[in-house]
């Protein structure tokens, strides 16, 4: 095992990579995410495995695939049986707690067929996918959602603060009181107006409240990982007083778009411009309104990490937790015309990362910047790592970032994917494609990005010399062969065994020639057939049968 015990696994809901201070952005500044950095090593070109919630999340999770778990989409149920962050760590003697988001759908079905008890010790394991949950919240609970699955602990909070109603996280903690009444903050034309709760009640502060009663409550017993996950700053963009208002529209930094996206555009890369998300952003108005309280949920957060470091610091954690930073995809937030996620410019797909492990042999990396390519789900593997065992490859798509913390490597991934299944979205009718084929793949090189969808022609983007990937270079004839060569690498990626979990390579190597060692004789002539020439001398070294 690491130097250190723990880990504190952050993972905030559609952060973008670049809305931090240490990354660059000029007018949002985040010192208590700055000190991690300076504390640890940010990656510049970390990916998630898809640009939404549920799949993007079961990938960091499951260290696989969305094409390898299966859950492709929000509300697909991840199998049972599935490996899980608990799988790979409670062997280890190490507790997985959740505290947050997980956006995990039980796979109901598959623990009925089986005679899984979903309230028994295992089926809570398949149904919170390995975490203990000290308190799950996924956040999103508009009425109808409500009425469905029921009531989270925070709305329990909520009432005994004195706010009323049904449901208080849609009509208290994400609404807006007018003089005509409340009105939802999915409205996004009060989303520069205060949340109806206190700032102290409201989710960011709860969660990190709950994440330091659990530390207060551990005995020094067996390792953990807290996964500590933030709801915001997700929409909706609803911030409480004071954070609505520390920005304006002078705080915005200029939209990354351009007119010639809009002519000649790929096909289905305008089906997710035109959808509403992206009509809203499209006006000034919006992007003025929007941004500034999106900047304020985020520096909520950080103003909440530095109680939380400070509280840590009082226990002396610091010294033994590892801590790391990251979100389960970004926001568009009007680039490239479109709002939301879900497509694959670098706003939505892109995260930040950033890993701070107090352990001496760490020091040499110390507050560096990490350009290499790396994924989500390179995640799990580095935990497994940290706690001192061998990541099980046949059952893991990542691989371990600690060469890259201890600088004893400059790369691990030639090359990372991401995928998205848009079956759900509005405009899925009208590409005439069945629910298993509206797929969208992308990979991502050091020099390209590449992006295939079955039915629509490529797009291709030059990571060099249109970093803002303004230019489509998907139908330019100059760039057939760069096109061809990527295509080539998906379609390796796609082709690989990744499902072969029962047989591991030390496994497949005992099997090499087992036939003729277990005195199996398929087409041999005679026993003269038996001898090895290049052994023919030596009867030692002939096969025994």
């Known amino acids: 095992m690491a130097s250190n015990r723990n880990i504190l696994f952050i993972m905030c809901d559609q952060l973008r990579w670049d809305y931090l201070s240490c990354a660059g952005h000029?007018?949002?500044?985040?010192?208590?995410?700055?000190?991690?950095?300076?504390?640890?090593?940010?990656?510049?070109n970390a990916y998630v495995q898809s640009p939404i919630c549920g799949p993007s999340r079961m990938s960091t999770y499951t260290g696989k695939y969305m094409s390898s778990h299966g859950a492709t989409a929000n509300f697909v149920p991840l199998r049972v049986g599935q490996r899980n962050i608990g799988d790979h760590l409670k062997p280890l003697g190490v507790r997985p707690v959740l505290v947050g988001k997980t956006h995990m759908k039980a796979d109901t079905e598959g623990m009925q067929r089986l005679g899984v008890d979903p309230d028994s010790m295992i089926g809570v394991h398949h149904r919170e996918i390995g975490f203990e949950p000290f308190e799950r919240d996924d956040g999103i609970f508009p009425d109808k959602i409500v009425e469905k699955i029921g009531q989270p602990k925070y709305h329990d909070y909520l009432r005994k603060?004195?706010?009323?109603?049904?449901?208080?996280?849609?009509?208290?903690?994400?609404?807006?009181?007018?003089?005509?009444?409340?009105?939802?903050?999915?409205?996004?034309?009060?989303?520069d107006q205060p949340a109806a709760v206190a700032e102290e009640d409201s989710e960011t502060p709860y969660m990190t409240r709950r994440a330091m009663e659990f530390m207060a409550q551990d005995d020094g017993g067996a390792p953990w990982l807290l996964h500590l996950s933030y709801i915001k700053p997700h929409w909706p963009y609803i911030a409480p007083a004071p954070y609505n208002s520390m920005y304006s529209a002078e705080d915005v930094q200029e939209t990354v778009r351009s007119e010639a996206e809009l002519?000649?555009?790929?096909?289905?890369?305008?089906?997710?411009?035109?959808?509403?998300?992206?009509?809203?952003?499209r006006r000034d108005e919006a992007i003025r309104k929007i941004i500034p309280t999106y900047m304020g949920l985020i520096k909520q957060i950080d103003d909440q990490l530095g109680v939380l470091f400070e509280f840590m610091k009082e226990r002396g954690l610091l010294e033994t937790t590892t801590i790391v930073l990251t979100a389960d995809h970004g926001d568009?937030?009007?680039?490239?015309?479109?709002?939301?996620?879900?497509?694959f410019h670098d706003p939505s797909v892109k995260v930040p990362l950033i890993i701070a492990d107090p352990s001496p042999e760490m020091d040499a990396t110390r507050g560096s910047v990490s350009q290499a390519l790396v994924q989500s789900i390179d995640l799990l593997p580095t935990f497994i790592e940290h706690f001192g065992a061998v990541p099980p490859a046949h059952h893991l798509d990542g691989t371990s970032l600690r060469p890259l913390m201890t600088g004893e490597a400059q790369t691990v991934n030639d090359f990372v994917i991401s995928e998205y299944d848009y079956h759900q979205q509005n405009f899925a009718p009208e590409t005439k494609r069945g629910p298993r084929d509206c797929r969208i793949y992308m990979v991502v090189t050091e020099d390209w990005k590449y992006i295939h969808a079955p039915g629509f022609e490529p797009v291709l983007f030059n990571r060099k010399t249109d970093p803002?990937?303004?230019?489509?270079?998907?139908?330019?004839?100059?760039?057939?062969?760069?096109?061809?060569?990527?295509?080539?690498?998906?379609?390796?990626?796609?082709?690989?065994?990744?499902?072969?979990?029962?047989?591991?390579?030390?496994t497949a190597a005992r099997f090499t020639a087992f036939e003729e060692k277990a005195g199996v004789l398929i087409g041999y002539w005679d026993e003269d057939d038996l001898i090895d020439p290049a052994n023919a001398m030596d009867q030692s070294k002939q096969p025994k049968l």
Do not use: C
């Not at 049904?166 to 005509?180: F, K, L, M, Q």
């Not at 002519?263 to 952003?281: C, S, V, Y």
């Not at 270079?473 to 082709?495: N, Y």
């Open 263 to 281: 002519k000649d555009t790929n096909p289905l890369m305008k089906k997710f411009m035109d959808r509403i998300a992206g009509e809203t952003f």
């Open 26 to 44: 000029k007018t949002l500044h985040t010192p208590n995410i700055d000190a991690l950095a300076a504390r640890g090593v940010r990656f510049e």
């Open 468 to 506: 803002q990937e303004f230019t489509d270079l998907g139908r330019s004839a100059a760039h057939a062969e760069v096109r061809a060569k990527l295509h080539g690498i998906l379609a390796d990626w796609a082709l690989q065994y990744r499902q072969r979990e029962t047989y591991d390579d030390e």
């Open 332 to 343: 568009y937030l009007g680039d490239h015309w479109m709002g939301d996620k879900d497509y």
């Open 161 to 191: 603060k004195g706010y009323e109603g049904g449901n208080p996280w849609h009509w208290a903690a994400n609404s807006v009181e007018t003089r005509d009444g409340m009105r939802s903050g999915f409205y996004n034309d009060i989303a």
